[in-house]
């Protein structure tokens, strides 16, 4: 059973900002949504994503819609990957299935793809596990990735995450057939790494 003070963190703003080296994962605003359907529109981003790519601004004020009601609903934690230099939104990073009474939860994540390579989703990911195992109190963590995605396989690893199974035709995705390998990370493993 969770802590109350878990409980209580989600009543008061299950959104908050949180600060990272050079980045900050904070509320997607309505300012943001040119740069959320430039991120979720583009395919080499989503080639991975469980969704296609969205198809026009409509579509992009529809997530942006869903991402606001499920954070006032608690479920569904969708925050904006800002660059503190200039609070450009460059992704999101994400807590769903948020299971408080049994104290996990599954992340997912997506990247600019011309900010690749340059270290914004370890500090992302660093913050977003620690709001998730000490804010939250959360005692594990899940990702569901797709095994042809080596770039996420890697970041996950390094934060502590383990392989713990392998799901055959899991998604059919704009046709496509595809497997799912499922990480698990547990509180009590982590280490809050250094960025």
């Not at 963590?141 to 799901?167: C, T, Y």
Request: aromatic residues 10%; proline residues 3%; charged residues 25%.
């Amino acid at each position: 059973m969770l802590q109350s003070s878990a409980i209580s963190v989600m009543n008061q703003d299950p959104l908050p900002t949180i600060k990272a080296e050079r980045v900050l994962l904070r509320r997607i605003t309505d300012e943001d949504l040119d740069a959320l359907f430039t991120v979720f529109s583009d395919p080499q981003v989503m080639r991975y994503w469980s969704t296609p790519p969205l198809v026009d601004m409509n579509a992009a004020r529809e997530l942006l819609s869903e991402i606001h009601d499920s954070a006032r609903q608690g479920t569904f934690l969708k925050w904006g990957i800002a660059r503190i230099s200039d609070n450009l939104l460059i992704g999101t990073a994400t807590i769903y299935n948020l299971d408080l009474s049994n104290g996990r939860a599954e992340i997912g994540y997506a990247l600019g793809r011309e900010h690749w390579g340059h270290g914004y989703m370890n500090e992302t990911l660093n913050a977003l596990l620690g709001y998730a195992f000490e804010e939250l109190n959360l005692r594990r963590l899940e990702a569901d990735v797709d095994p042809r995605n080596a770039a996420s396989i890697r970041s996950l690893e390094r934060l502590g995450f383990k392989k713990e199974g392998f799901l055959r035709e899991r998604w059919h995705i704009a046709g496509e057939i595809q497997d799912a390998l499922f990480f698990g990370l547990i509180k009590r493993e982590w280490v809050r790494k250094k960025c």
